[in-house]
């Protein structure tokens, strides 16, 4: 059987990398990829409402390698780390993760990571699509502190969906089954080393699998669909759909370098009162005064059926272009367009109408809450 998908395409040369789950994905009929954190990142087997529907009543893997590791070990690690984020790393446990953001000394967004501590002075930072390793390494050189910083042999896959904790249990047991939320488990699956954490990106109950040692891929993906296989496991990609009803943003789309905590809002993850310094205090500590210039608002947009935005969407108030659609994307279960806008903060009020050029014509669009579903994050807790 031939690949569904001819990686020469998009692929000229080694520069960019594949998973330990690669073959598997071909194998299993991936039909499209992106690149990611120089890697590639399978985004679609099957119909994206298809791929939703699976998610939602049943269980699915993602291939996310591309969710490259920054490791931070050595005496200072904790103080380290602790500067490269806003958020108060005393308060997570050795055994929790959390999310986080990495700051500027302007306050913008470097990077999103889901944060693991393995150790009193040893962390793991899951990234988002930018060279972290990169930025740490340029903070670490003048810092003073002793610290070791590298890329491990780390290779997360995520198991999502309302039957995934079944397939969990059937894996490594009840134990590791019944983490909370944002735990880890540092264990193995015979023999095969990984790290399973309650954690995911689609707004409903999931697991991240790492694995420790990139030359059994093949074998831990083989291990995890047959542990699933009557229970319709199938892969799929990221489910943008779910996501956006989950208010989950995206690195690089909803927000980058140019935005802070602030305008996402994402300002619940700056701990001003933290006794550690951390990059961007004194920006972040003015902004947060000052309120910040605009806001991303959800936001409701009318009309037939829209897919998945490919270019930023203009955004019109009385006829002036005031900012742009970084996400949309037709809700089933809502049966309407939803999605996120960056606008002035005096547009981003709830109940505010504004208008959206989609490649299709002038829309109207309603400022609305978001996360638009599950808004206090029951489903991936339960």
Known sequence: ????????????????????????????????????????????????????????????????????????????????????????????????????????????????????????NHFWLALADSDVLLWAKGVALNSGLDVELCEPDVSPMQVQGPKSKEVISRLFGDEVSGLRYYWFADTDLDGIPVVVTRTGWSGEVGYEIYLRDGSRGMELWDRVMEAGRDLGICPTGPSDIRRIEAGILNYGIDMTLENNPYEVGLGWQVDHDQEGDFIGREALARIAAEGPARLLAGVEIAGARLDLNMTRWPVHRDGSEIGFVTSAVYSPRLDGNIGYAMVPAAFGELGTRLGVATPDGERDATVVRKPFVDPGKQIPKS
């Not at 520069?15 to 679609?44: D, I, K, Q, W």
């Not at 409402?49 to 490791?71: F, I």
């Not at 103080?79 to 302007?106: H, M, W």
Request: charged fraction near 25%.
């Open 1 to 120: 059987m031939s690949p569904t998908f001819d990686m020469a395409l998009i692929q000229r040369g080694a520069r960019l990398r594949r998973s330990p789950y690669f073959e598997a994905t071909l194998r299993a009929g991936c039909r499209s990829y992106t690149v990611y954190n120089h890697m590639f990142l399978p985004t679609r087997y099957d119909d994206l409402q298809a791929e939703y529907e699976k998610l939602l009543t049943g269980v699915t893997v993602w291939d996310v390698s591309v969710e490259r590791q920054v490791e931070i070990t050595g005496p200072d690690a904790f103080e380290f780390t602790n500067l490269l984020t806003p958020r108060d790393l005393s308060r997570c446990a050795v055994g929790q993760g959390k999310y986080v953001l990495i700051t500027a000394e302007d306050g913008g967004i470097v990077n999103d990571p889901v944060l693991l501590r393995l150790g009193e």
